[in-house]
Nanobody
Framework: QVQLVESGGGLVQAGGSLRLSCLAS????????MGWFRQAPGKEREFVAG????????YYRDSVKGRFTISRDNAKNTVYLEMSMLKPEDTAIYYC?????????????????WGQGTQVTVSS
C-alpha cells in the first residue's frame, strides 16, 4: 500500500516562500516519478510539477516556471516543492502524487496514489 504524507503548508504573504515535503512509503520510492498537484476552491485539481525516478528530469506547468522547484531525496523517500515569489493565485490545497511511470511527464494526466494534501494560503 503506497502512502504519501505531505507537510509544510501554511499562510504566507505574497512574494514569500514555502517548502513542501512529501514522505512516501509502501514501495521502492526510487523506481517511480513523483509529482505535485494543487486544487483551488471551486476548481479542478491540476498538475504543478513532476520529477523523474532518478531526479534528473523535471517538468512544470507554465504558471510556476521560474518560481517553483521540485526535487527528491531517494535516500529519504521524500519529494520536495520549493515555492518562491508566491502569488495569491497559488492559494490551494497541494497534493503529492505518484503512479506507475518513471519520467517527469508521466503524471500529467493525474496520479494513481495521492496524499491527504496540505493547505497553502497566500495573502495579498
Amino acid at each position: 500500500q503506497v502512502q504519501l504524507v505531505e507537510s509544510g503548508g501554511g499562510l504566507v504573504q505574497a512574494g514569500g516562500s514555502l517548502r513542501l515535503s512529501c514522505l512516501a512509503s509502501g514501495r521502492t520510492f526510487s523506481d517511480y516519478a513523483m509529482g505535485w498537484f494543487r486544487q483551488a476552491p471551486g476548481k479542478e485539481r491540476e498538475f504543478v510539477a513532476g520529477i523523474s525516478w532518478g531526479g534528473r528530469s523535471t517538468y512544470y506547468r507554465d504558471s510556476v516556471k521560474g518560481r517553483f522547484t521540485i526535487s527528491r531525496d531517494n535516500a529519504k523517500n521524500t519529494v520536495y516543492l520549493e515555492m518562491s515569489m508566491l502569488k495569491p493565485e497559488d492559494t490551494a490545497i497541494y497534493y503529492c502524487g505518484t503512479g506507475m511511470g518513471r519520467i517527469s511527464t508521466s503524471l500529467l494526466q493525474g496520479a494513481d496514489y495521492w496524499g491527504q494534501g496540505t493547505q497553502v494560503t497566500v495573502s495579498s
